[in-house]
């Protein structure tokens, strides 16, 4: 039986959606039905289709008490909301609903585990959040929380852990029948750490070990793991909060981080070898992935950033969208993403230009990058929903030019720029110039090697987004536009001469 307060929040959504045109959304990334959304939650398949929960809260465009909302897809890409699937209804998560994962049970039905959040004051006096991992049943629809939540609490926490950062509960299904648990916790040095809990049922929980420790590495907390093997590797992604720059793989603030390694399923045992960052933009956290009906890996991600979130104007109706669906391989040892193929049936209206000569602009300079002033244009290539696929070289081998930009959502006053300095192997996304009214996070660079004096990208725009793919997925760099969506303009400026080959597909 639903409570009121979740017949309250769905009675809300199905009000105030209808106020929302459609165009004042992405096309083709999930935005939440009303208010507010974050982290990705529940992605899973169930009925026959794609099944994606969201952080939620319906009431506002800014975060508050945490719900689930809920959205349905048969390719990743289309998405159909259904009603708010949980609520903060409970005492054991009356201050908030919070991220977790989905199954489908061997009767049949869908089990939703998550972070049940509850306020209490200590014997010190302080109010301190205690959270604790709780599961719901329900038909892919109705949810049922389980009348004997939560199943993991602090008493199955290991000696010398935090009790009150454990939250974000990761569940997979192994071979033998038998169910794990990734949950995120601090360690007793600060930072982040994954416990292993093990189940017949998913009811009946008992902690096995802890998987792995940050060590204060990489940020501090860990949040939202994920782990799956691909390949033949074991991969873990986790977001870690407070993270220091090391040099253009990682960057200061609530971050995303890939571990590859050795995955012994015998023993549950993890062992890193490569470390990575996962996406090198400005927004990109909390990512999830889903195997798929035909056995692809596929992960989306928040498309947002913590530190940025909270500069929006009060007003708008909804707030936060996710990332593209992205393809996961390893190529090299590295963790490589491409836009999921299905986009490919949205393409149409293809426009190529074969090597076309970008002449060099006087003395561009850094400062120069900033202004689309005597940047060229091209016939056909404009938009703000797009797929394009590009080469860029020097026109002579031993003229390699400095700086190449590509401005896209443009116009005489707006710009966002995606800056490529070969020399350097550095590539960098700015949208100071793209209509953002707050000194929130504008640039961000990656260190992206070369090869033959040539680098091959692709940029997926949804009227209020960019990702960028660099050498086939090695690199991804995401960032959220602000911009009108009248601003369609594509410009191409250069210090040097240079030669372009350029693919555009509307997307529709």
Not at 164 to 182: A, H, M, N, V
């Amino acid at each position: 039986m639903s409570s009121q307060t979740l017949r309250e929040a769905r009675k809300y959504e199905e009000v105030h959606e209808k106020l929302i045109p459609s165009d004042d959304r992405p096309k083709f990334h999930l935005s939440p039905r009303v208010g507010w959304m974050n982290d990705p939650n529940g992605l899973s398949i169930y009925g026959g289709k794609y099944h994606m929960f969201y952080q939620y809260h319906p009431y506002d465009a800014h975060w508050g008490p945490m719900h689930w909302g809920h959205a349905v897809s048969e390719d990743l890409l289309h998405w159909e909301f259904l009603p708010v699937a949980l609520a903060p209804d409970e005492f054991y998560d009356k201050d908030g609903v919070f991220s977790g994962s989905a199954i489908t049970l061997e009767d049949g039905r869908h089990l939703l585990i998550y972070t049940g959040v509850m306020k209490r004051t200590t014997e010190n006096g302080q109010m301190k959040e205690f959270q604790t991992q709780c599961v719901a049943i329900g038909d892919g629809l109705d949810y049922e929380k389980y009348e004997n939540n939560p199943v993991i609490n602090s008493d199955a926490i290991p000696k010398d852990s935090s009790k009150t950062d454990f939250r974000d509960p990761k569940i997979w299904q192994k071979e033998d029948g038998s169910y794990r648990c990734l949950a995120a916790n601090r360690a007793e040095d600060g930072s982040g750490q994954l416990l292993l809990y093990k189940s017949n049922d998913c009811i009946h929980w008992e902690f096995e070990k802890i998987f792995a420790k940050n060590n204060r590495r990489y940020g501090l907390m860990w949040e939202c793991p994920d782990f799956f093997t691909l390949e033949d590797h074991g991969v873990l992604l986790v977001s870690p909060q407070d993270m220091l720059p090391e040099g253009f793989e990682f960057h200061n603030g609530n971050g995303n981080l890939c571990i590859i390694g050795k995955y012994d399923s015998a023993t549950d045992t993890f062992t890193e070898e490569n470390v990575q960052a996962v996406d090198y933009g400005i927004d990109f956290y909390a990512m999830q992935t889903i195997k798929t009906i035909d056995g692809r890996r596929v992960m989306i991600g928040w498309m947002q950033n913590w530190d940025t979130s909270g500069a929006h104007d009060e007003k708008e109706p909804w707030f936060g969208q996710m990332s593209l669906p992205r393809e996961l391989s390893i190529r090299g040892g590295r963790l490589c993403q491409r836009p999921i193929k299905e986009l490919e049936n949205m393409r149409t209206n293809k426009v190529e230009h074969k090597d076309v000569i970008i002449e060099a602009t006087k003395d561009l300079k850094e400062s120069d990058s900033e202004s689309i002033k005597g940047g060229v244009s091209l016939e056909g290539i404009n938009g703000r929903c797009l797929d394009l696929e590009l080469e860029v070289k020097p026109k002579e081998a031993k003229e390699l030019f400095d700086r190449f930009v590509i401005s896209i959502a443009a116009d005489e006053k707006y710009h966002t720029d995606i800056v490529l300095r070969p020399k350097e192997n550095i590539a960098k996304i700015d949208r100071k110039f793209s209509g953002s009214r707050r000194a929130i996070v504008h640039q961000r660079r990656a260190f992206i090697p070369w090869k033959d004096d040539s680098i091959k990208l692709r940029i997926v725009m949804d009227r209020y987004s960019m990702e960028v793919f660099f050498e086939d997925g090695a690199y991804v760099m995401t960032a959220s536009l602000p911009t009108d969506v009248s601003c369609d303009g594509i410009y191409f400026n250069t210090n040097k001469d240079a030669i372009l080959k350029i693919v555009k597909y509307d997307l529709q």
